[in-house]
Every structure is written in C-alpha cells, then in structure tokens.
C-alpha cells in the first residue's frame, strides 16, 4: 500500500483528535471549514485534532459528526460496538427486493411489457401514496420492484422511435421514485445507479420535464456526497437551467416546477457552501418562478410550490447557521399547506434545525415530535434529526431528555 494513502480509521486505536483529523481530510474540508461549520476557531480544532484539549461533550461530538457526514458515531468515537447510525440510516426492509429488481436486466422477452397507460396511471398512484402516506418507504418500497420490472420490459421492447421515447420517460420517472425510497440508506452505490441510469433514461426520451428530475435527483446525490462534490452538482444544476431556460415563456406547471426547484438548489449548495449573498438571490428567483404557478399547485415529485417556499427559506437560513433568522422565516412559513406528508416533515426537521441554532432546545424537540406524527419513516432516515435527539437524551433538563429518549426508542435509535 502506497505510504501516503490515508489510514483506516478503525486501524490502530487512534485518538479523537486523529479520527477527527482523517475524516476530514477524506471529506476534503479544510480546518477553517471545518471550524466555521462546528462554530469553534481553527485554532480551537487543531488543539482537538492534535490532542491538547480534552474530548469535547457529546453535543460538540455530534455537530462534527454533522459536519463531516459520518455515517456512524462510531467512526469518531473509536468503539464499534456503540454502534449509532447517523447520516446513512438503517436499511428498510424491502430494500433487498428494490435493489434485486434494480439491478435485474432480463434479457429474455419473458416480461410482457403494460401498456403505457397502465404503467403511467400506476406511477400516479405511487407518487400520490408516496406524499400521502405517513410510512411512505413501505408503501413505495412495496410498489418499486414490479414498476422497475415493468418500466424496463416496456423500454426495452418498445419498436417505433415515438413508442421508445415514451418508455424511457416513464423508466425515468420509475428511476426517479426508486431513488426517493434507497436515498439515505446504507448502499450508497445502489443510489448511484439509480441516479446515473434515470439521467440517461430521461435523455433518451427527450422530455425537458424529466431531464430536469434527473438532473435534480442528480445534483442532489453530489451535494449529499460532501464538499468536493459541491461543485459537480453546480454543473450538473447550471447545465439543467440553461436547458429549460429558452421553454419557460409558455412552459406548463410541471415545467415551470422543476426549473424553480432546479434554481432553488443552486441556492442551497450555495448556503452549504456559507455563501450568503448567492444562496438568497437563488431564493428569490426561484420564489419568483413559484409565484407564477397556481395557488394549489404541488409539483408532483419535488413538491416545488408556493407553499413550499416558506420552507426553503427556512433551510438556507438553517444552513448559512444563521438561528435567528431560521426561527423568523420558521414563523413566516405555512406548513399546512404542504400537501406532501413527508416533504411537510421534513420542514418540521428544519425547523427544529433552526430552534437548536437558536438555543431553543424544548422548541426543536417539541418541532421534532410533529415530525415524527407526520411521517415516521421521514425523521427515521434523518441525520440531522437523529443527532439533535440524540444529544439531547443526555439534558440535564429532565423533561426534555424524557421527550427526547421517547423520541429516540420510537425512530429506534434506543431500545425501548
């Protein structure tokens, strides 16, 4: 092995301050970074890195395990056996069927392929399960694997060129669900395929509409994946808008949609990114692009609205770590009017983001508790809500660290 490759972790039983180090690195932060992102000085965290202070309390751990993406407490603390999922939740039960039906291409004609009105009507019902439904996975992971059967049957025996552009959009909208159920599950690779294969379905149908949820679902997947793939899911967002820039005059909904929510992660990246200035200027031109559609709209994947935008202001805020103003644009924003179940619990998420920013700790565990009422299998596979209750079982408050261990045997973080 070459003696620069960065060392194992679990290797040697290297200090905190090591592991913290490691991690970073393979992250590709800096130490200001790092330190700006943990709200403590770069000298401060190389003490940490170093060893000469002391390791820091179970909250300090918790934002470096937010900041760094770790998909297991266990990575910084160096114990394997606490073992916390964090980032990365626990596999759903219907993944392996997901992940089989996936990764299954027949090469037979044994499929008999729907016809192209039945697979479109039951794509509705699974999108419109999937925002309805309070344990949304199940419901999904239990459709996937014959709508991935029956999406690739159909893209594969379609024989004129009209027939073939048809199957591979609605292969791309199937690629487009699957990736909502595998996202922050333990196979990372798995959601790269997805992700990779519902871009190249949706190019191959020419639809600028599925172009545009491809390539949203895809910058995503680079953003999540940390900061030295910030910039790639620029690229990929910039070379969606300037596509779907030219249709917007006279585009429908749907188009109109995806463009602003395509704008609207620009601005999101950005705030990761602490830039403030760019990440409200793609705020607002994605607000401008939600005031032109109709007052009860809701895109049908990404749950682009105008009721949206109330929550998307909240995460920028959340993000740039200004707790103030995510507290303020929290009391701004409606969520009632969110339709989709899931997307309504994760503004609640933000929200308590905002709180715990603010020192509102009762406030974020009390917003996390509407979470958990509207859609379990949200907060469940949550990082960031994982790691507030779980700080915050160990209060000094006794009733707060009781609402927080409840939380925390129901999302099963602890066992009851």
Not at 134 to 155: C, K
Not at 237 to 244: K, M, P, Q, S, W
Not at 248 to 263: F, K, M, Q, R, W
Not at 370 to 382: F, L, S, V
Request: overall charge positive; hydrophobic content about 40%; proline content about 6%.
């Amino acid at each position: 092995m070459p003696s620069d490759t960065t060392p194992d972790p679990y290797a040697d039983p290297l200090r905190f301050g090591q592991r913290v180090h490691i991690l970073r690195e393979r992250r590709g932060m800096t130490r200001a970074q790092l330190a700006d992102f943990i709200g403590v000085s770069p000298h401060t965290l190389r003490k940490i890195e170093n060893g000469r202070q002391h390791s820091p309390g179970l909250a300090m751990v918790m934002r470096i395990a937010e900041a760094l993406r770790v998909r297991d407490l266990a990575e910084l603390t160096g114990h394997p056996d606490r073992h916390v999922d964090l980032f990365i939740g626990p596999g759903h039960p219907r993944l392996g069927a997901v992940k089989a039906a996936v990764d299954c291409f027949s090469l037979s004609e044994s499929v008999e392929p729907p016809p192209v009105a039945h697979l479109t009507a039951r794509l509705h019902a699974a999108w419109k399960a999937r925002h309805s439904a309070p344990n949304h996975r199940e419901v999904v992971g239990r459709l996937l694997p014959d709508l991935i059967r029956d999406a690739q049957a159909l893209a594969r025996t379609a024989d004129m060129a009209r027939d073939r552009r048809a199957a591979q959009e609605l292969l791309a909208e199937t690629y487009s669900l699957a990736q909502f159920f595998v996202a922050y599950q333990p196979d990372s690779a798995l959601l790269w395929r997805i992700a990779e294969r519902g871009m190249v379905a949706a190019q191959d149908s020419g639809a600028p509409h599925w172009i545009g949820v491809a390539a949203w679902l895809l910058a995503q997947a680079h953003r999540d994946s940390g900061p030295n793939h910030f910039d790639a899911a620029d690229t990929i967002n910039l070379e969606a808008v300037r596509i779907l820039r030219p249709l917007l005059s006279d585009a429908d909904a749907d188009l109109l949609a995806i463009a602003g929510a395509l704008e609207f992660e620009l601005g999101y990246t950005a705030a990761r990114r602490r830039d403030t200035g760019t990440a409200w200027r793609h705020w607002d031109r994605a607000n401008g692009m939600a005031q032109r559609l109709p007052s009860e709209y809701s895109h049908p994947v990404t749950s682009f609205s105008r009721a949206i935008m109330g929550a998307h202001a909240v995460t920028v805020a959340v993000e740039l770590h200004q707790g103030g103003e995510s507290v303020r644009q929290a009391a701004r924003a409606d969520t009632a009017v969110i339709r989709s179940r899931p997307r309504r619990a994760r503004h609640r998420i933000e929200e308590a983001r905002g709180y715990q920013l603010d020192g509102q700790p009762d406030v974020a565990i009390a917003t996390l508790e509407k979470a958990y009422k509207a859609a379990p299998e949200t907060i469940k596979y949550n990082g960031y809500a994982l790691r507030i209750i779980l700080e915050e079982t160990e209060s000094k408050e006794t009733n707060r660290r009781r609402r927080a261990s409840r939380l925390a045997v129901n999302v099963g973080l602890l066992s009851a």
